[in-house]
């Protein structure tokens, strides 16, 4: 079971407090540290909220960590255009020596996208986008040196593109796709993903069956896409401490709590235990506070424990 740390901070956080977040994840025992792509917090009336980019952030945790791998959950397809987002993910695996995974989505966040100019068509050209990222940047990535890349999508087209951006890993960096829908999202998956996450689903186990047939569908083997799930948490060494960081989140983090766990590491593993049961390999910690302390907690009483 790989045990990761997803941050998502409840009011934004600067480089230097992600950074002491994965360096505690990385001393906790982790296997990962994730960060949302958001320009918004959960809260979009909050106005202390400041953002900082995903993929620049990433870079300077992959020059200051040395063991966990470093991701996002999700990146917004419509934030970038596929080329450049090619480019920076490459060139955060190569600062980080090959430990760069690119979760992506549709983009859901309608009043994010308002804020900073943005466009935000509707779901079904948001999926269409997606898929033609992911072909983009797939194919960029995998192109052997000397020969070309062309592309003639409905939203972008690619002049026989020879210079190609160079990732540490080969043949690329990991894909993550993830989500609830029941059709298009595991469709995606199930041609370009090598891990499929279930997101904040309360019923992991519908969605992954739907996953599992729709690759049967396509001629994917199920068994070659590792099997993903978000597990939002306030953990403490006792209850009266984990009940005091989720309420240290308001009202809104009470909300996504709710799909979660607050309480003790025995709590925290119980949750890990039924994940395993449905055949899921990697469990995200959702943690919401800016608090290196919360991560250790977790590295004592969970990642220790299974270890």
Not at 103 to 124: L, N, V
Request: charged content about 25%.
């Amino acid at each position: 079971m790989r045990l990761r740390v997803l941050f998502e901070p409840r009011y934004g956080a600067t480089y230097g407090e992600h950074l002491a977040m994965a360096q505690a994840t990385e001393a906790a025992g982790f296997d990962a540290y994730f960060r949302s792509d958001h320009y918004l917090g959960i809260d979009a009336g909050d106005r202390t909220y400041a953002p900082t980019d995903s993929w620049t952030t990433l870079g300077g945790l992959g020059r200051e960590t040395s063991r966990v791998r470093l991701g996002t959950l999700m990146t917004a397809a419509t934030f970038r255009h596929p080329g450049p987002l090619a480019i920076a993910v490459a060139t955060a695996d190569a600062m980080s020596g090959g430990r760069v995974e690119l979760g992506i989505g549709t983009g859901w966040y309608a009043r994010e996208h308002a804020s900073f100019g943005i466009p935000f068509p509707d779901t079904g050209e948001r999926f269409d986008r997606m898929e033609e990222v992911l072909a983009i940047v797939t194919g960029l990535w995998t192109t052997p040196p000397g020969e070309q890349f062309s592309f003639d999508g409905r939203f972008w087209q690619l002049d026989a593109c020879a210079n190609f951006p160079r990732a540490a890993q080969a043949p690329r960096p990991r894909i993550v796709v993830g989500g609830v829908g029941r059709r298009r999202t595991p469709l995606l998956a199930a041609r370009f993903a090598d891990e499929f996450n279930a997101a904040l689903s309360p019923n992991d186990d519908e969605v992954l069956a739907n996953f599992r047939r729709v690759c049967e569908e396509v001629g994917r083997d199920p068994a070659s896409v590792e099997l993903s799930t978000v597990v939002p948490v306030a953990c403490g060494r006792t209850k009266e401490e984990a009940e005091a960081r989720a309420d240290g989140l308001g009202e809104a983090g009470g909300r996504l709590l709710a799909a979660g766990v607050v309480g003790v590491g025995d709590d925290v593993l119980r949750r890990v235990e039924a994940a395993r049961a449905l055949g899921i390999g990697t469990v995200y910690f959702h943690v919401y506070d800016n608090d290196p302390g919360h991560v250790q907690v977790l590295g004592d009483e969970v990642v220790a424990r299974l270890a």
